[in-house]
């Protein structure tokens, strides 16, 4: 892991402590939206938490589901990926 | 000349050398593809023409597929972005490794990843790649084991343009886990 990824995580975990949930999930949503990507994410809830939806997980297993979200998000960012266009 | 018995012993532990067998089309139409395969097949097929789409895939045959960047550089596999709960590379290298804070983007072998990235590529020119590889490999542990699987690889669509590829890998036979030398 290096700095710029340390930086990346505690604007994460400041984020995680000053934003509310309706601002947390908009702003997963917005950035797998960037990379066009939503079935991932709606597999990723799926296989993990049995919902499809951000707005639907439980307070419980919110900030699970965030991390993970936000492990496929930097894999994104990584990579490229195509278009059929 | 007599081999050196390190060397013997090696050999015999690995076996055969790391190889991957390219397949057509007729492994699936006559029926010789593990069922995971087959039913991950006929998703593809049947939304060929549509591009398919991720959600297009039943819940069970996604916890058993990875979906990789579509994208290939150098001579290594594209990144992973998505590993199935259940599947094949998870029952190889474990969970911790799935799940590890580090995010896993690739396997933990280099030498697997460049000798089975001919198959991404060739799915990155749009075509359906068909494989039986049989490899030697290591876990984070350390621990050794011999594979031997069967791998689909189809674009799939995951928005409104963008695709991965989406791999399958069926154990054609279990996982060989190999006595740790002393």
């Given at each position: 892991?290096?700095?710029?990824?340390?930086?990346?995580?505690?604007?994460?975990?400041?984020?995680?402590?000053?934003?509310?949930?309706?601002?947390?999930?908009?702003?997963?949503?917005?950035?797998?939206?960037?990379?066009?990507?939503?079935?991932?994410?709606?597999?990723?809830?799926?296989?993990?938490?049995?919902?499809?939806?951000?707005?639907?997980?439980?307070?419980?297993?919110?900030?699970?589901?965030?991390?993970?979200?936000?492990?496929?998000?930097?894999?994104?960012?990584?990579?490229?990926?195509?278009?059929?266009? | 000349?007599?081999?050196?018995?390190?060397?013997?012993?090696?050999?015999?532990?690995?076996?055969?050398?790391?190889?991957?067998?390219?397949?057509?089309?007729?492994?699936?139409?006559?029926?010789?593809?593990?069922?995971?395969?087959?039913?991950?097949?006929?998703?593809f097929w049947e939304n060929r023409n549509d591009?398919?789409?991720?959600?297009?895939?039943?819940?069970?045959?996604?916890?058993?597929?990875?979906?990789?960047?579509?994208?290939?550089?150098?001579?290594?596999?594209?990144?992973?972005?998505?590993?199935?709960?259940?599947?094949?590379?998870?029952?190889?290298?474990?969970?911790?490794?799935?799940?590890?804070?580090?995010?896993?983007?690739?396997?933990?072998?280099?030498?697997?990843?460049?000798?089975?990235?001919?198959?991404?590529?060739?799915?990155?020119?749009?075509?359906?790649?068909?494989?039986?590889?049989?490899?030697?490999?290591?876990?984070?542990?350390?621990?050794?084991?011999?594979?031997?699987?069967?791998?689909?690889?189809?674009?799939?669509?995951?928005?409104?343009?963008?695709?991965?590829?989406?791999?399958?890998?069926?154990?054609?036979?279990?996982?060989?886990?190999?006595?740790?030398?002393?």
């Amino acid at each position: 892991m290096n700095f710029s990824d340390l930086e990346e995580l505690w604007d994460t975990l400041t984020e995680a402590r000053t934003r509310t949930r309706p601002e947390r999930e908009q702003q997963i949503l917005d950035e797998v939206e960037k990379f066009d990507s939503i079935h991932l994410l709606e597999d990723l809830l799926e296989q993990h938490f049995q919902t499809t939806s951000i707005k639907d997980i439980s307070e419980t297993d919110f900030d699970a589901a965030t991390t993970l979200a936000w492990i496929l998000i930097r894999r994104l960012r990584k990579s490229e990926s195509g278009s059929v266009h | 000349m007599d081999l050196d018995p390190a060397f013997t012993e090696i050999r015999e532990r690995v076996g055969p050398l790391n190889s991957v067998f390219s397949l057509k089309a007729d492994y699936l139409e006559k029926g010789l593809a593990r069922e995971q395969t087959a039913a991950f097949w006929k998703v593809f097929w049947e939304n060929r023409n549509d591009h398919p789409t991720l959600p297009e895939f039943s819940l069970s045959l996604r916890y058993r597929m990875t979906c990789s960047a579509f994208s290939c550089e150098g001579d290594v596999s594209p990144p992973l972005l998505a590993i199935g709960r259940h599947s094949f590379v998870v029952e190889c290298f474990g969970e911790e490794w799935a799940m590890s804070h580090d995010s896993p983007n690739k396997t933990p072998d280099d030498e697997l990843e460049r000798l089975v990235a001919p198959g991404y590529k060739s799915a990155l020119e749009g075509d359906p790649s068909l494989d039986i590889v049989q490899v030697s490999t290591s876990d984070l542990k350390g621990r050794a084991m011999k594979l031997l699987y069967e791998r689909l690889i189809v674009p799939v669509r995951v928005g409104k343009y963008r695709r991965v590829l989406c791999c399958m890998t069926a154990p054609i036979k279990p996982i060989e886990w190999l006595p740790k030398q002393a």
